[in-house]
């Protein structure tokens, strides 16, 4: 079991930065990928930002060059740095596990969402 609690977010204006953190506990050992997801009103949930458990990222086009995803292994503690924020970021944001359960599929557990508002 993992457990997920994100943090952060809030409503900034365009070219604000904000940043978002996602600590888990529990079963961290087997996690292969933390990620970002964000939902926007009315639209599908799109992958924000992933890093691996090998340190490797991936970013939506949309956010490369603003947003850094980064990782404190210590704290088992994933950061998103979002720069020169734009309105059209404005959605909740979930913090995503996914956890190796090898022969298996791979659990997957979720945070609670947060509001990121970007105004014009």
């Known amino acids: 079991q993992v457990q997920l609690v994100a943090s952060g977010g809030g409503l900034v204006q365009a070219g604000g930065s904000l940043r978002l953190s996602c600590a888990a506990s529990g079963s961290t050992d087997s996690i292969n990928v933390i990620a970002w997801y964000r939902q926007a009103p009315g639209k599908q949930r799109e992958l924000v930002a992933s890093?691996?458990?090998?340190?490797?990222?991936n970013y939506m086009d949309s956010v490369k060059g603003r947003f850094t995803i980064s990782r404190d292994i210590a704290k088992n503690t994933v950061l998103l740095q979002m720069n020169n924020l734009k309105p059209e970021d404005t959605a909740v944001y979930y913090c995503?596990?996914?956890?190796?359960?090898?022969?298996?599929?791979?659990?997957?557990?979720w945070g609670q969402g947060l509001q990121v508002t970007v105004s014009s």
């Open positions: 890093i691996s458990s090998g340190g490797t990222t």
């Open positions: 995503y596990a996914k956890q190796d359960n090898y022969p298996f599929n791979p659990f997957n557990y």
